[in-house]
């Protein structure tokens, strides 16, 4: 990550001045550009990790879906056909539409997610208590995970362009905190504020390796943290989840049955796992457990040492996705391809947080793994734009 920013950054320019810009022409003056094809680590790593929860998805679900629809195979077939069009998505943006044209549309993309962030709180479908659906035909789709994507790709092009440089630092911090604020009060009327907790992060995070002075993120992070808290305090509904996680015992008939169902299957799983398929808790102990907490049905079924075997994927994936950040051509790409590895990483991290009773309850699904149809098709366009990227790689002239 270091290397990442240092490559940023040009040794003949401060931060007071236009660091972004003078990092692009360093870039362009002293390397050239090489086409080639897909990371195909990245790639594998990428597929290792669908076949695996595509398996979960039908073994944490069989029994709650016999249950619900009298049909085993209920949420394995939806889960594939997903897969497939996740697949198509991947495929589509790798190898037929280039980053490229992504930027050149990608400011009336993140309008239309704002719109429908906005859209979703009039017209979107109640589910769990919350509106964060729309609900088209057969289909649900979640306008927050097109919005994760917009904000990637806007501010990458905001601090990539060095357009808001030499302005007062208020000026510079203004689309950051228009945006961040929009963001807060959807997410908090839909209530989603672990999907706030994501998008604080991802600017955070693009700000710093964007090079963007430092002074501004800090302001930038006390503001967002201070924001946070008090929604959270203001929040009926985040403050219950809290007091469910702090003691979730007390708590079994209004939440604290999901975090102590997931404690006994990962603690019954041990280090090897009772067996795939051979899970007790997803016999309608653990409610609907092919979503968020489909992580504490792997470790049951396969034990300790899978579920680090699945972290350490993850960990591969993030490496990968730095390796072929250091090596775009460009400044933009760079921090496109850091927001997207980014949000899978933060989203990961969150999910086994909740599973493991170690953060509270986020309703934050496991990337690859929980059953979904937006979140995956929308993940998977993601992996194809970083797979789009790592076709252009750059190497030092002379």
Same mark, same amino acid.
């Given at each position: 990550?270091?290397?990442?920013?240092?490559?940023?950054?040009?040794?003949?320019?401060?931060?007071?001045?236009?660091?972004?810009?003078?990092?692009?022409?360093?870039? !362009?003056?002293?390397?050239?550009?090489?086409?080639?094809?897909?990371?195909?680590?990245?790639?594998? +790593?990428?597929?290792?990790?669908?076949?695996?929860?595509?398996?979960?998805? &039908?073994?944490?679900?069989?029994?709650?879906?016999?249950?619900?629809?009298?049909?085993?195979?209920?949420?394995?077939?939806?889960?594939?056909?997903?897969?497939?069009?996740?697949?198509?998505?991947? &495929? /589509?943006?790798?190898?037929?539409?280039?980053?490229? &044209?992504?930027?050149?549309?990608?400011?009336?993309?993140?309008?239309?997610?704002?719109?429908?962030?906005? /859209?979703?709180?009039?017209?979107?479908?109640?589910?769990?208590?919350?509106?964060?659906?729309?609900?088209?035909?057969?289909?649900?789709?979640?306008?927050?995970?097109?919005?994760?994507?917009?904000?990637?790709?806007?501010?990458?092009? @905001? %601090?990539?362009?060095?357009?808001?440089?030499?302005?007062?630092?208020?000026?510079?911090?203004?689309?950051?905190?228009?945006?961040? *604020?929009?963001?807060?009060?959807?997410?908090?009327? !839909?209530?989603?504020?672990?999907?706030?907790?994501?998008?604080?992060?991802?600017?955070?995070?693009?700000?710093? &390796?964007?090079?963007?002075?430092?002074?501004?993120?800090?302001?930038?992070?006390?503001? *967002?943290?201070?924001?946070?808290?008090?929604?959270?305090?203001?929040?009926?509904? =985040?403050?219950?989840?809290?007091?469910?996680?702090?003691?979730?015992?007390?708590?079994?008939?209004?939440?604290?049955?999901?975090?102590?169902?997931?404690? $006994?299957?990962?603690?019954?799983?041990?280090?090897?796992?009772? *067996?795939?398929?051979?899970?007790?808790?997803?016999? $309608?102990?653990?409610? !609907?457990?092919?979503?968020?907490?489909?992580?504490?049905?792997?470790? !049951?079924?396969?034990?300790?040492?899978?579920?680090?075997?699945?972290? @350490?994927?993850?960990?591969?994936? +993030?490496?990968?996705? %730095?390796? %072929? =950040?250091?090596?775009?051509?460009?400044?933009?790409?760079?921090?496109?391809?850091? *927001?997207?590895?980014?949000?899978?990483?933060?989203?990961? /991290?969150?999910?086994?947080?909740?599973?493991?009773?170690?953060?509270?309850?986020?309703? +934050?699904?496991?990337?690859?793994?929980?059953?979904?149809?937006?979140?995956?098709?929308? $993940?998977?366009?993601?992996?194809?734009?970083? /797979?789009?990227?790592?076709?252009?790689?750059?190497?030092?002239?002379?």
């Amino acid at each position: 990550m270091a290397e990442i920013k240092q490559r940023n950054t040009s040794p003949t320019t401060t931060r007071s001045r236009k660091p972004n810009a003078s990092a692009i022409e360093k870039r !362009e003056g002293q390397t050239r550009v090489i086409k080639s094809g897909v990371d195909r680590p990245f790639l594998i +790593i990428v597929l290792i990790l669908v076949a695996i929860g595509t398996i979960m998805v &039908f073994s944490a679900s069989y029994a709650y879906a016999k249950e619900r629809f009298e049909d085993s195979y209920y949420f394995a077939v939806k889960q594939i056909r997903w897969v497939i069009c996740g697949m198509g998505a991947m &495929f /589509l943006f790798a190898y037929v539409i280039d980053h490229r &044209f992504i930027r050149k549309i990608q400011i009336p993309f993140f309008y239309a997610s704002m719109l429908g962030m906005l /859209l979703v709180l009039f017209l979107g479908t109640e589910a769990n208590e919350a509106v964060r659906w729309f609900q088209i035909g057969p289909f649900s789709v979640q306008p927050s995970e097109f919005a994760k994507l917009a904000i990637i790709l806007y501010f990458s092009e @905001l %601090i990539s362009s060095g357009k808001n440089a030499g302005k007062s630092t208020w000026r510079q911090l203004a689309p950051y905190l228009i945006v961040g *604020g929009y963001m807060a009060v959807t997410l908090f009327f !839909e209530p989603h504020l672990s999907c706030l907790v994501i998008v604080a992060l991802l600017i955070l995070l693009l700000m710093y &390796f964007g090079d963007v002075p430092m002074k501004q993120v800090g302001i930038l992070a006390v503001i *967002g943290v201070v924001g946070i808290v008090i929604l959270f305090l203001v929040s009926d509904h =985040a403050r219950a989840r809290l007091l469910v996680w702090w003691n979730p015992e007390e708590h079994l008939q209004t939440g604290g049955w999901q975090p102590v169902q997931s404690l $006994l299957a990962i603690g019954s799983g041990g280090f090897w796992g009772v *067996g795939l398929g051979q899970s007790t808790q997803k016999h $309608l102990y653990l409610p !609907e457990p092919q979503n968020d907490y489909i992580f504490a049905i792997l470790c !049951e079924e396969l034990g300790f040492i899978f579920a680090t075997f699945v972290i @350490l994927l993850f960990i591969a994936l +993030i490496w990968r996705g %730095i390796y %072929i =950040a250091k090596h775009t051509p460009d400044i933009y790409s760079s921090l496109v391809v850091i *927001g997207i590895i980014s949000q899978v990483g933060i989203q990961a /991290l969150l999910n086994i947080g909740v599973v493991t009773n170690t953060l509270p309850s986020t309703g +934050i699904s496991l990337p690859f793994f929980s059953y979904g149809g937006t979140s995956l098709i929308t $993940l998977m366009a993601e992996m194809g734009i970083v /797979l789009n990227i790592s076709r252009y790689s750059y190497v030092e002239k002379g």
